[in-house]
């Protein structure tokens, strides 16, 4: 089975600021692929960025970076300067063919 | 505006009562997906579609039931067999299964049974 895990149930991180979110996860396969998505308040989710295992590049979108270790099988999000609307629970999802499997979420905060 | 809508946003029941929660795509997508999210366990697959009139079990599809009569059309059904039916349901949907789609996600509907 895969699973997913993120170490982290809150953070916090001034404005203007860096923070990494932490996300491990377990699998036997291969091929697959990995996502951020931000859940806000409104709890509607959305895509923040995504990995394909066979790449060895991190994906960047924006501020928003990963730092993808294979062999380590981890997958941290990078959040530069911080903004107030980043304030949301975000969740790591592994994919395999036709599954989510996602973490129990880290909450991060925004400080003004 | 394409995208997912689910219906109702806040749901409430009695005890016993079955329960149909809706979920409409208009994206035109072949796969939908329903899934739990409870506090501080992040989201559980309960059912996933992949074309019409086919579906299969999640990680914990006991309790509950759904149907793929349409493409667009994926509702559940939260029946009195589900011991803890209390929770914030999301339905999503991806282009087709079997690739690195991401999926796009319904505002989510949270139901209470009282």
């Known amino acids: 089975a895969q699973t997913v895990t993120q170490s982290q149930p809150e953070m916090s991180v001034q404005e203007a600021e860096t923070v990494t979110l932490s996300c491990t996860y377990d699998?036997?396969?291969?091929?697959?692929?990995l996502f951020w998505y931000k859940q806000p308040p409104s709890r509607q989710m959305i895509l923040v960025i995504r990995?394909?295992?066979?790449?060895?590049q991190n994906a960047t979108e924006n501020r928003f970076s990963v730092n993808f270790q294979k062999a380590a099988k981890s997958f941290s999000l990078k959040i530069s300067d911080s903004q107030l609307g980043d304030t949301a629970m975000y969740f790591c999802a592994f994919m395999k063919i036709d599954q989510f499997y996602f973490g129990t979420g880290t909450s991060l905060t925004v400080i003004p | 505006d394409g995208g997912i809508t689910q219906s109702p946003k806040y749901l409430f029941r009695k005890e016993g009562q079955n329960v149909t929660l809706s979920c409409e795509q208009n994206?035109?997508?072949?796969?939908m997906y329903w899934y739990r999210q409870d506090p501080g366990q992040g989201l559980r697959l309960i059912y996933y579609s992949q074309i019409v009139n086919d579906f299969q079990k999640g990680d914990i599809a006991e309790g509950y039931s759904v149907s793929r009569e349409k493409k667009e059309s994926f509702p559940l059904t939260v029946t009195s067999a589900q011991k803890n039916p209390t929770a914030f349901y999301l339905c999503?949907?991806?282009?087709?299964?079997?690739?690195?789609?991401?999926?796009?996600f319904g505002p989510g509907t949270r139901l209470t049974v009282l």
């Open positions: 699998t036997s396969e291969s091929n697959y692929y």
């Open positions: 994206l035109n997508h072949d796969a």
């Open positions: 999503a949907s991806s282009i087709f299964a079997g690739v690195s789609n991401e999926q796009f």
């Open positions: 990995q394909e295992a066979y790449k060895q």
